[in-house]
């Protein structure tokens, strides 16, 4: 049996993995800032490491997942100043701040359940961690690595790279950097640039804080990762993901923390980043407009793709990219993605026909040895597809050749498809293809069916039958929005 690799963003290559304490693993994943709805791009990384999550826990390991909420502390652009994104968004709607973050925490769990993820095994928020962060400034206050300024604590940067070496994650230069660095407002308070806040002071008006050792404030958005993944899986642990995006400086930061409270430099053992979906060639993307909802895809309601994909549809082209390669989502790719589940699931319904025999014509053990070695070279799905797709083939060779399979063999060809598709890809087969699908396609036919009929009682100015057929769409959940193009119906 091969063993699996893993792609290490720390030392740049594939490496054997091994856990800390088998067949314990311990795996952090940074969430969603419930600020917003989740687009799907933020989705395809929570798919991502729920395909690692899955595959760990089908070679036997004991995986505790952490995957937190980021209810506090993520300023605008990400930087160490302007407002924080959910107080923003509770100030502009005028609820309470934890409104939005149940709000949108809700919505969130909606989706990645639709996407069929599995929930992590602790989902801790930043709120419900506030001792532990203020305890954890202090501590690394006490090690000679933050210092207070003006009611603020900054991690001193350039203290911490006289012993180690900042930029690790990213493979940034602490030189670069410098000369990089723009002047910041606020920068006054830092003694360099690059120092990052760990605990900032709220001023008056701020929403959303608490009482400190250094007066009223919160934390700062590095923070919380580093508390939340120690506290939960130890001072070193095994792995670490996120989206690319989030190398630097998020992840740089939380290992400088790590390294800074603890002492250890190996807080983490294996740093996995997933990449980005993109929108013709662009991240997607709240701040510049690029994105689409999970929820527009699956009801078909927005202009770019020509129909809706179902959830298992998007989950299925998400499996046909290497989740650390870029996935550009198209009405093609999903289309060729609907495609190839269907072919899948036909694969499979033909293994039960295959003729019964003493001898079997496919070699059943060579076919799951390359799903084996493409889920073990670092996770590589769209691999694992492509093997699947040429085991479909040799089955659709056999039932057309009449070629035979022992009772065995079928049994265990079923098995590999209930194993690799269902349980590691975390794809439905059945529901996805005929049950769902064909509904939703037939339940879209009968509403513009319904809007058609609607429209040519209008043309014969039959109002009572237009309005009545309108009235009963509204009362299913149904809007028709007309203008001069014609009909358009949202649910
Ligand atoms: P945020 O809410 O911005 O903190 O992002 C939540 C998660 O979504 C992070 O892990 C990001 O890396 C990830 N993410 C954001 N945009 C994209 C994208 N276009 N494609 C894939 N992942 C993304
Ligand atoms: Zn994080």
Same mark, same amino acid.
């Given at each position: 049996?091969?063993?699996?690799?893993?792609?290490?963003?720390?030392?740049?290559?594939?490496?054997?993995?091994?856990?800390?304490?088998?067949?314990?693993?311990?795996?952090?994943?940074?969430?969603?800032?419930?600020?917003?709805?989740?687009?799907?791009?933020?989705?395809?990384?929570?798919?991502?490491?729920?395909?690692?999550?899955?595959?760990?826990?089908?070679?036997?390991?004991?995986?505790?997942?952490?995957?937190?909420?980021?209810?506090?502390?993520?300023?605008?652009?990400?930087?160490?100043?302007?407002?924080?994104?959910?107080?923003?968004?509770?100030?502009?709607?005028?609820?309470?701040?934890?409104?939005?973050?149940?709000?949108?925490?809700?919505?969130?769990?909606?989706?990645?359940?639709?996407?069929?993820?599995?929930?992590?095994?602790?989902?801790?928020?930043?709120?419900?961690?506030?001792?532990?962060?203020?305890?954890?400034?202090?501590?690394?206050?006490?090690?000679?690595?933050?210092?207070?300024?003006?009611?603020?604590?900054?991690?001193?940067?350039?203290?911490?790279?006289?012993?180690?070496?900042?930029?690790?994650?990213?493979?940034?230069?602490?030189?670069?950097?410098?000369?990089?660095?723009?002047?910041?407002?606020?920068?006054?308070?830092?003694?360099?640039?690059?120092?990052?806040?760990?605990?900032?002071?709220?001023?008056?008006?701020?929403?959303?804080?608490?009482?400190?050792?250094?007066?009223?404030?919160?934390?700062?958005?590095?923070?919380?990762?580093?508390?939340?993944?120690?506290?939960?899986?130890?001072?070193?642990?095994?792995?670490?993901?996120?989206?690319?995006?989030?190398?630097?400086?998020?992840?740089?930061?939380?290992?400088?923390?790590?390294?800074?409270?603890?002492?250890?430099?190996?807080?983490?053992?294996?740093?996995?980043?997933?990449?980005?979906?993109?929108?013709?060639?662009?991240?997607?993307?709240?701040?510049?407009?690029?994105?689409?909802?999970?929820?527009?895809?699956?009801?078909?309601?927005?202009?770019?793709?020509?129909?809706?994909?179902?959830?298992?549809?998007?989950?299925?082209?998400?499996?046909?990219?290497?989740?650390?390669?870029?996935?550009?989502?198209?009405?093609?790719?999903?289309?060729?993605?609907?495609?190839?589940?269907?072919?899948?699931?036909?694969?499979?319904?033909?293994?039960?026909?295959?003729?019964?025999?003493?001898?079997?014509?496919?070699?059943?053990?060579?076919?799951?040895?390359?799903?084996?070695?493409?889920?073990?070279?670092?996770?590589?799905?769209?691999?694992?597809?492509?093997?699947?797709?040429?085991?479909?083939?040799?089955?659709?060779?056999?039932?057309?050749?009449?070629?035979?399979?022992?009772?065995?063999?079928?049994?265990?060809?079923?098995?590999?498809?209930?194993?690799?598709?269902?349980?590691?890809? +975390? %794809? =439905? $087969?059945?529901? /996805?293809?005929?049950?769902?699908?064909? &509904? #939703?396609?037939?339940?879209?036919?009968?509403?513009?069916?319904?809007?058609?009929?609607?429209?040519?009682?209008?043309?014969?100015?039959?109002?009572?039958?237009?309005?009545?057929?309108?009235?009963?769409?509204?009362?299913? +959940? %149904? =809007? $028709?929005?007309? /203008?001069?193009?014609?009909?358009?119906? &949202? #649910?």
């Amino acid at each position: 049996m091969s063993q699996l690799k893993v792609y290490n963003t720390l030392t740049r290559k594939k490496e054997v993995f091994k856990p800390i304490n088998p067949p314990h693993v311990g795996m952090y994943v940074c969430g969603p800032t419930v600020y917003s709805d989740v687009h799907i791009g933020n989705c395809r990384t929570i798919v991502s490491f729920d395909v690692i999550y899955r595959y760990l826990q089908h070679l036997g390991y004991s995986v505790r997942y952490v995957r937190n909420i980021t209810d506090v502390g993520h300023l605008e652009n990400d930087s160490d100043e302007g407002e924080d994104k959910i107080a923003k968004k509770a100030k502009l709607e005028n609820v309470e701040p934890m409104e939005v973050v149940q709000r949108y925490t809700n919505g969130f769990h909606e989706v990645v359940e639709m996407l069929n993820t599995l929930k992590p095994s602790i989902e801790p928020t930043a709120t419900g961690h506030m001792l532990e962060q203020i305890e954890y400034v202090q501590a690394i206050i006490r090690s000679g690595y933050a210092y207070e300024s003006n009611g603020s604590v900054y991690f001193d940067v350039e203290k911490y790279s006289e012993k180690y070496n900042y930029g690790d994650v990213s493979g940034r230069k602490i030189e670069d950097l410098k000369n990089n660095t723009r002047d910041l407002k606020g920068q006054g308070e830092k003694k360099c640039p690059l120092d990052f806040v760990i605990w900032k002071r709220a001023d008056p008006k701020h929403t959303m804080q608490w009482n400190s050792p250094w007066g009223k404030g919160f934390p700062g958005w590095h923070l919380e990762c580093s508390v939340m993944s120690t506290k939960y899986l130890g001072d070193e642990f095994d792995i670490h993901g996120g989206g690319m995006d989030l190398k630097f400086p998020h992840h740089e930061c939380e290992l400088a923390q790590n390294t800074a409270y603890s002492g250890q430099s190996q807080s983490v053992k294996y740093w996995l980043h997933s990449n980005m979906l993109t929108l013709n060639g662009e991240k997607m993307s709240k701040s510049t407009g690029q994105f689409f909802l999970p929820k527009q895809i699956f009801e078909g309601t927005t202009e770019l793709l020509e129909k809706a994909y179902s959830p298992m549809v998007v989950r299925f082209a998400m499996m046909q990219c290497h989740y650390r390669s870029t996935m550009d989502l198209s009405n093609d790719a999903l289309f060729a993605a609907e495609k190839g589940l269907a072919r899948l699931k036909k694969g499979l319904e033909s293994i039960d026909i295959l003729k019964d025999g003493d001898q079997s014509f496919l070699d059943v053990n060579l076919i799951e040895a390359s799903l084996e070695s493409a889920m073990n070279d670092d996770f590589n799905t769209p691999v694992l597809v492509a093997n699947l797709f040429d085991a479909v083939k040799q089955i659709n060779s056999s039932v057309q050749n009449e070629k035979p399979i022992t009772q065995e063999d079928r049994q265990k060809l079923k098995g590999l498809f209930d194993v690799y598709v269902t349980q590691i890809m +975390g %794809i =439905q $087969l059945i529901e /996805s293809s005929k049950s769902s699908d064909d &509904s #939703k396609t037939i339940e879209n036919d009968l509403i513009q069916l319904a809007v058609d009929l609607r429209n040519q009682a209008k043309k014969g100015k039959d109002w009572e039958t237009s309005d009545l057929i309108r009235n009963e769409l509204t009362k299913l +959940g %149904i =809007q $028709l929005k007309d /203008s001069k193009d014609g009909t358009k119906w &949202s #649910k």
